[in-house]
């Protein structure tokens, strides 16, 4: 058993670590009884849980916070209606859940989708859905009507239990060709249901991270800190900014890398190391700006087969069209990017339910892309790869003095569910018991936020209150929920201004998310805990602005100003396909910062 201090949840607010207290308190541990590895979305729930018992868990990531695939997810936040098809009725039923859980406890960034699915006839499919059903066939299908409202009507019977969305409808072919005209000719009636959507994923990991220290000033989360190796009764942990080298002997280890997962339990065993668990996929996505294409969404989702038979989504998202994505086998998880062939996929399978709207590469204002880490499967349709989660054990060993869990597979969607599986079976572990849920506890900005009747006059309020003005509260408003009150004192205890080359952000915010937010380099701030990179918003002369503010803010050198910013420019370029950026960063280095220039190149 632990010590009772450690077993007591603490609701006051904990101290404020900078990276540097961070470390301190990590050398000063020594051992912890839980270290989670992987700061991706499962990994964070699961420190989430951990801490909330009151365990003193310490959460390490070799990179930023939800930086790879916990970043690169469709931004659907979804019950998995084609996981009917294949049986997973146990996964569609906990989706469901988790999504209307997350429709209520994050409403600041998790809202209603209203989703259609064009259909091209009203029997196809019958056949061959009821052979993937019972595993006789494996290649995807077109699926007419029918098949569509019978997995329709099942999933309204998993939504209707919580009452939150309003049921299916079908649409014959006039109601659908007056709603959709630019629908292709093939398009014989639709479908319409409701799903859900997440706009700022990356935030919402933080916020887990941050409640979790709340409410437990035991519980340490620290990014930029890889797993090295194992030895001395312990594991050896790296400084990835400094290369300083750290010691901890954990009782438990959880690994909870994802893609990444068999190579750490190889690094944690390289003796004997266990078998292969995950068999990942790549999935890309496009951020389109096309004005004709974004009207005739009218704010809602089109979910699709393409030619193949694979589904496909497309939907608003910060004023361009999100459109993905595709699922191709991978071994390599490190540095994957969203490659030429994908994004003429990815276009071919728009053009062919939108025909006549002309959409060229040059539309594409953003890429991004990460790996599915799916269980190892020796399926030849990656489709039907199960989209479930499992855990994996792995006792002590001789050369690895430690328990090791693994958490397998997971979606976005089920992160409480799957962090809560995996931390009750970590006290067990430990001789601990739960004395926290976390099914009806709101995260972050969703707790303290008026319902949106109120908020109009809650915005009002608030601009008074802090001499702000009205339309720039309800812009942080909409960034950061209930969080607003924060940011409001501590960009009121200075003279603001909008930022040079986005007049969206203030200088003061930005400098709250460097100091509140363990920002650490300028990708963090553009791509992770702001939405200037996905928006299709960046510039080499923000890309330098940001980076100069971030300098000042945390004393740091010219020389390192000019190196992140070098990095960050080819970084952004290769890894998203940022038109301006990938322009700038093929000619030698130039400081935009010493240009002085508003628009050093227009993307």
């Not at 969203?338 to 399978?349: F, M, Q, V, W």
């Not at 009750?424 to 900005?445: K, Q, S, W």
Request: proline share 6%.
């Amino acid at each position: 058993m632990l010590n009772s201090t450690h077993s007591q949840g603490n609701t006051q607010a904990a101290p404020r670590l900078d990276r540097a207290g961070r470390l301190d308190e990590l050398r000063r541990r020594g051992a912890a009884p839980v270290l989670v590895v992987g700061g991706g979305i499962n990994g964070i729930s699961t420190f989430r849980e951990l801490a909330l018992q009151g365990i003193p868990v310490i959460l390490v990531e070799r990179g930023d916070w939800c930086q790879a695939a916990s970043g690169a997810l469709s931004r659907m936040i979804h019950g998995g209606l084609r996981y009917l098809e294949t049986g997973e009725f146990a996964l569609v039923k906990e989706s469901v859940e988790e999504r209307d859980r997350l429709l209520k406890n994050a409403p600041h960034y998790v809202m209603p989708l209203r989703t259609t699915v064009p259909i091209d006839s009203y029997c196809s499919g019958l056949v061959n859905a009821g052979k993937r059903f019972i595993g006789l066939a494996e290649r995807p299908s077109r699926r007419g009507a029918m098949v569509i409202k019978a997995g329709l009507t099942l999933y309204d019977f998993y939504t209707r239990a919580r009452g939150s969305m309003p049921g299916h409808r079908l649409a014959g072919g006039g109601e659908t060709r007056r709603r959709w005209p630019e629908f292709n000719d093939w398009v014989k009636c639709s479908a319409t249901y409701y799903d859900a959507w997440i706009n700022y994923p990356e935030r919402l990991g933080y916020e887990l991270i941050e409640d979790s220290e709340r409410a437990n000033p035991r519980a340490l989360a620290i990014n930029y800190l890889s797993l090295a190796g194992v030895g001395d009764g312990g594991v050896t942990l790296r400084d990835e900014l400094s290369g300083e080298i750290f010691t901890l002997a954990p009782e438990l280890v959880i690994n909870a890398t994802g893609a990444w997962i068999d190579r750490l339990n190889g690094t944690l065993s390289p003796a004997s190391p266990p078998p292969k668990l995950i068999g990942g996929t790549k999935g890309s996505h496009l951020i389109v700006r096309n004005a004709r294409l974004l009207a005739a969404l009218n704010g809602g989702m089109v979910y699709y087969e393409n030619q193949e038979g694979r589904v496909c989504i497309l939907f608003p998202y910060f004023g361009n069209v999100l459109v993905g994505s595709t699922d191709i086998r991978t071994d390599n998880p490190d540095d994957v990017i969203c490659g030429e062939d994908e994004k003429r996929y990815i276009l071919d399978s728009l053009r062919f339910v939108f025909p006549r709207i002309a959409i060229a590469e040059e539309d594409i204002l953003y890429t991004f892309c990460g790996i599915r880490p799916l269980p190892v499967s020796d399926t030849s349709v990656n489709g039907r790869i199960s989209r479930n989660h499992s855990l994996k054990i792995f006792p002590p060993t001789a050369g690895r003095p430690f328990t090791t869990l693994c958490l397998v597979g997971g979606k976005w969607t089920t992160f409480r569910a799957f962090g809560a599986q995996a931390a009750d079976l970590a006290l067990r572990h430990l001789g601990e018991r739960r004395r926290v849920g976390t099914e009806d506890l709101a995260i972050g900005g969703g707790r303290d936020l008026p319902a949106p009747a109120e908020q109009a006059a809650w915005i009002g309020a608030l601009a008074a209150r802090y001499h702000s003005d009205a339309a720039r509260v309800a812009q942080w408003v909409a960034r950061y929920g209930g969080r607003v009150t924060a940011l409001l004192d501590f960009v009121s205890q200075t003279p603001d201004r909008p930022l040079r080359h986005h007049p969206g952000y203030t200088v003061n915010e930005l400098r709250f998310l460097i100091v509140r937010e363990q920002v650490a380099r300028p990708e963090d701030l553009l791509v992770r805990r702001t939405a200037m990179a996905i928006s299709g918003e960046l510039t080499p002369a923000l890309v330098a602005e940001v980076t100069d503010i971030m300098a000042q803010v945390l004393g740091l050198s010219d020389d390192w100003r000019r190196a992140s910013l070098a990095a960050a420019l080819a970084g952004l370029a290769a890894r998203h396909g940022t038109p301006g950026l990938t322009a700038f960063a093929s000619q030698p280095f130039t400081d935009p910062s010493a240009q002085g220039a508003t628009d050093v190149v227009k993307s």
